[in-house]
């Protein structure tokens, strides 16, 4: 018996200890004590995800964790703090060697470095520029979570807001020849919305026009190409059009002429047309063939439109009388789908694609507004028909309430 | 001799027909001020029959199951022809039913009709009372659209907070745990067979309890006639008073016809078990007080479950309705003023708090 | 014993005028009959007539949510489908290259255009923004937000009926 509570007694003892010397860091222990910019608590580190995966602050920082004296020493290897020159080596030094990183994740790409250093931030680091954004500027230094961690900063939803930290920085970025309104544009356009409301993770954000680690601004000759990989259709009909060449020609970018780059909002009807509001008349003038086209293709839309909202109203009007049109208004969908086709076969530029589009809707709309007609008129038939009923009973009534008068003054009588 | 004068003495051969009728002949209505109110009963009645003539039409026509239900709805309110009218004076009737119950109930106690010895035609106009409110439940579910589908989830959700038994009482409303095509069958068994069943048992003794102790004269009026015995006016119920109701019942039929025309009641969209409840669900308005109470009610009173407490003050309230002719307290000399006090509270309660309920978000 | 003389001439007008009396009171009340009684008929006849034609059936039988005739099975080959009439709504029946049957609303679940089968993708497509669906409806690519609901396939014999997915 007391052997065994001696040998219990001793099992504990070595696994506290081995637990203990396998969680003994003494970086930690120093370095959660001190301020700001030494501090590194366990807290912030454990979420790292190098440190779940068995790498811990030596295997940036060299050193020798275990120990308290010789943590810091030169001989075991110790770097400090890793100048900002050095840290996309650093980075590289594992994630671009694909066996290692087998070890780990095997589906890892192994090419950021060689794409970083193609990008603008690589390139002007190469420069000595220390100004541009290095791997830890966007990944985080010592609590770097994958990017599908939401609390990531490279997770969509937070991407743009990592890059604004020093794009929309008027300041910081004053000795660039670039904008820096590219976040204030961004946040108005309808990717931010389908991204941040719409919960749309596939919605663009910086890195998905821009490139991540090789993040460029595509050329304006080639920045068609990035919109056309969602905008499939709308890229094939313009590459079909005139517009084309022709702001090829003018060294305008195609898309982003019309729509702009960053502040993307949400295109209406109004932009196409002959007013001062459309971008039609930003390059065509009075009296062209394009304005003309502009024109045709406008009142087009808008002839749809209205015979969809007029269709909409009575079937409305109808049901709100309590007649019964979900149908029709089912149909009237469809009138909706043409009208969308139509929307997007404006950039063809052409006034008979359009109209094919617009003339499927119109019938659509044409069938469902005599739906709506026919349904008013059963509505003023059940009127008709209630005033009949209403009559006799009214006659009913009064006969009766005769009856009763001189049945009862006879009786008073009699 | 005439053809009515023949069959009345075929009848009367062999069924002492003269002797049944003798009392309809002879019955009276006693005529004062406050005559009026007694056409409220028999309008109650005469919507109840309207339930029964369109509920028969409607049940040529629908299917009661989840699959089926709404989809037979609309066929019957598009396809079938006069559907929508038959469909839309049902569910007027129904509403106004319930609104003539309450209404006839009430003027049965501000005009003290429950007294001795009527008190049994109370308690049966009671549970005919509650019967209504269960043909309102159980027949809103029917057409099982959204707002029919959580209306009845809320619903048996109260009727689960009681105590001890409240779990048994959902499982055995819901058909199950949870709302479903077999709470729609069952809530069908109930509206169709088991509430009519019962119902036509109370009406014909609530009716047969008129028919034996005669209309009620309200005590003042009586103390009058006591005193001036000449004052006294009464109406033969045939044929004077009944085609003085036959014309109210006409008027009714019209209103209820003009009503279906005019606003049709609508269909909304087929219930969807697993969509979330749409903001500002609320039922019928006949319950609305109820719900507006509980919503109201603290969430703890002195420890104990608020919600709990209020369905179970709600019970004892409607214990209390029940078997209200026997509580009038005999000892004060005005003893029956408390309860015309209570009723008086009650109407105002339930007509503030159907207003609040309505208005409310 | 009267002591008046009675004027036979005064009678015969008294008795005029009492035959005069009765006979407007019996029209009146004929009058108040006729009124009455054709006042209640014409009022029943108001409503047995919507009564009797309700408990006539209509010619569609159909509620809209039964079993729904989608095609046979001749006339559709493998690896092609077909858009049929779903209650108030477009569906898509599919014959897959292994000959299995499949049906889904055709309602894109972006912003409702009507999908189609694209054969030699072996997908589902929406023309109007090039959304993709799976051949179980699910959405793999582009704009939709929600998969396209299934529908039952039972094949009859030469018929394919098509219902929805019975609830629990």
Sequence with gaps: MKKLIIR????????????YAADKNTCIDCHSEMDKPYQVTAAEFSQNIHAQKGLTCTSCHGGDASSDSDAMSRRAGFRGHIDRKQVPELCGSCHSDAAKMRQYNPSLRTDQLSQYRTSVHGKNLAKGDTHVAVCTDCHGIHDIRPASDPRSNVHPLNVANTCKRCHADADYMKDYKIPHDQFAGYTASVHYKALTEGGDLSAPTCTTCHGNHGAAPPGLTTVENVCATCHVFQAQLFQQSPHEKAFAAMGTGGCITCHSNHRITHPTDTMIGVTAAAVCTNCHAAGDAGLKTAQDISLDLAKLDKAIGDSRDILDRASHSGMEVSDPQLELAQAGDALTKARVSVHSASSEVVSQNTAAGMKIAAKTQQAGVDAMKAREYRRKGLLVSLLTILIAVGGLSMVIRSMERGNAQG | MSAGAYVRGWLDERFGWEQLVYPLRKKTVPLHRLSYWYFLGGITLFLFGIQVCTGILLLLYYRPSANEAFESVKYISTQVQFGWLVRSIHSWSANLMVFTAFAHMFSVLFLRAYRKPRELTWVSGVVLLFLALGFGFSGYLLPWNTLAFFATKVGTDVAGQVPLVGHWI???????????????????????????????????????????????????????????????????????????????????????AALAAIYPWELGAKADPFAPAPAGIKPEWYFLFAFQTLKLVPSKILSLDGEVLGILAFGLVGGLWLFLPFLEPRRFNRGYRVLTGAGAFALTYIAAMTVYGWVAR | MPTQQVCPRMVAEAQAQIRADEERHNSRRHFLQALVGGGVVASLASFVYPILRYVLPPASAD????????????????????????????????????????????????????????????????????????LSGRNISGPPPRPLELYEVHVKGEEIYVNRKQEA
Excluded at chain 1, 8 to 19: E, N
Excluded at chain 3, 110 to 133: D, F, I, K, P
């Design chain 2, 170 to 256: 959902l499982i055995f409303l819901r058909g199950g745990e949870e709302v479903t095509g077999a709470t729609l069958t069952r809530f069908f068994g109930f509206h169709v067979a088991v509430l009519p069943g019962i119902a036509t048992v109370f009406i014909a003794l609530h009716l047969g309890l008129v028919q034996k102790f005669g209309i009620s004269v309200p005590p003042r009026v009586e103390q009058e006639w006591r005193e001036k015995p000449e004052a006294r006016r009464e109406m033969k119920f045939f044929p004077n008073f009944l085609l003085r109701e036959m014309v109210a019942w006409y008027i009714g039929l019209g209103a209820l």
């Design chain 1, 8 to 19: 219990t007694i001793a099992c504990m003892l070595l696994l506290t200890a081995a637990g």
């Design chain 3, 63 to 134: 509620l809209g949510a039964g079993s729904v005739l989608a095609g046979t099975v001749a006339e559709l080959k493998p690896n092609a489908a077909k858009i049929f009439r779903f209650g108030s709504k477009p569906g898509l029946l599919i014959r897959l290259a292994s000959g299995e049957f499949r049906a889904m609303s055709a309602t894109c679940t972006h912003l409702s255009c009507t999908v189609q089968y694209r054969g030699e993708l072996q997908q589902v497509w929406c023309a109007c923004h090039n959304g993709m669906y799976d």
